[in-house]
């Protein structure tokens, strides 16, 4: 497909084994829209279905950002009760139940969604002044479905997460290395060379044991959820939601009145 180039989008290479998907977003620190959101659904079911393929390398066009988080602008038309969460959490499955390995190579920011991704994959490799959060009670005032929030928390643990979302602060590359969330720290210079020298690592070994262990890890994370849909449905729909978007629109510091 021809697309201009300043449109934001997905990229997808298969190079032999290896599909290199890249968000290309550049000049908005590749935030994702609800196109790309779609993109990355059908690039994941397609990749699914193709056996061939061995290993799935996700990166950010650029060196700002791996994914920023959503694009603010299309929370200003979100339906009453209908939780941008949810509406996502069907295209993060796609990518956390991909059949082959994969790995997120990181550089500047994952924040919010961008974070959820990296977690997607099963490998992350970073650099070392990447920085990784979910700042949500710093900027929008939104909140993460039972789904997204039992995932992280099944990678990160419980305190980080509650760091990240309860303080809004980010968190470094090395602290998260320490931890294990972090396959390995490269520097800019050597990050392409050291996800492609585990991609050929990983390609190497049984695909259908890899399958077999993540797929069932992911299922074990999924069982048994809650439902917090009265929960979300208050995030969502309060003034506060509103209030953060809006002021985030608009490049000042949102006001909260708790309700």
Known sequence: MNRSPTLPCLELHINEYIARITFNNPTAHNAMTWPMYEELKAICEDLAKNSDIRVAIFRGA????????????????????????????????TMQQLPMPSIAVIEGLAVGSGLLMATACDFRISTPEARFGI????????????????????????????????TAELIKAPQLLESGFLYQLADAANITATGDSLAEKLAALAPITQKASKIALARLLQSNLPDCTDLMRETYNSKDFREGVNAFLEGRTPKWIGY
């Open 62 to 93: 650029g060196d700002k950002a791996f994914v920023s988080g959503s694009d603010i602008q299309q929370f200003v038309d979100l339906k009453e009760n209908e939780p941008y969460e949810l509406a996502v959490d069907g295209i993060f499955t």
């Open 135 to 166: 700042p949500v009670a710093k900027t929008l005032g939104n909140c993460l479905s039972p789904s997204n929030l039992a995932w992280i928390s099944a990678h990160l643990g419980i305190p980080t997460i509650k760091k990240m979302l309860l």
